[in-house]
């Protein structure tokens, strides 16, 4: 999963969902970096990163949310998404450009 803080909505690759057996609860309309609109499946889904702090311990971030399935390119697989802001509103994102580095936070009522 990438970060995007420019997408409005969290996405995945469309065969990631129909794999797991989900069915589109409704299509929506966007508008990517081309700025053509495009109609798109919208998976009701729990969507569960994990990430690991500085001492090696995992921590699961478990959102249960509205994920845009994306067409699936031949240069990437079907474990391709962008987690979008509506994700990251449950997190704190911190980048910080001369060391390269980031810290992703989640919201402690969020996390598991």
């Known amino acids: 999963m990438l970060i995007d ?11 990631t969902p129909r794999a797991l057996g989900y ?11 081309t700025g053509t609109p495009k109609s798109l499946p919208v ?5 569960i990163v994990r ?3 500085s ?11 509205d994920i845009v399935g994306i067409d699936p390119r031949p240069h990437r697989g079907a474990d ?4 979008g802001r509506d994700y990251l509103a449950n997190m704190r ?3 910080d450009g001369p060391r390269g580095a980031f810290s992703l936070t989640a ?3 969020h996390s598991s």
């Open 5 to 15: 803080t420019g997408a409005e909505c969290t996405m995945v690759d469309d065969r």
């Open 23 to 33: 069915t589109p609860a409704f299509y929506t309309t966007i508008s990517g970096a």
């Open 43 to 47: 998976y009701q889904m729990t969507m």
């Open 51 to 53: 990430m690991i702090d």
């Open 55 to 65: 001492n090696g311990t995992f921590h699961d971030l478990a959102v249960s949310q």
């Open 80 to 83: 391709f998404g962008l987690l």
């Open 93 to 95: 994102l911190i980048y």
């Open 107 to 109: 919201d402690a009522r």
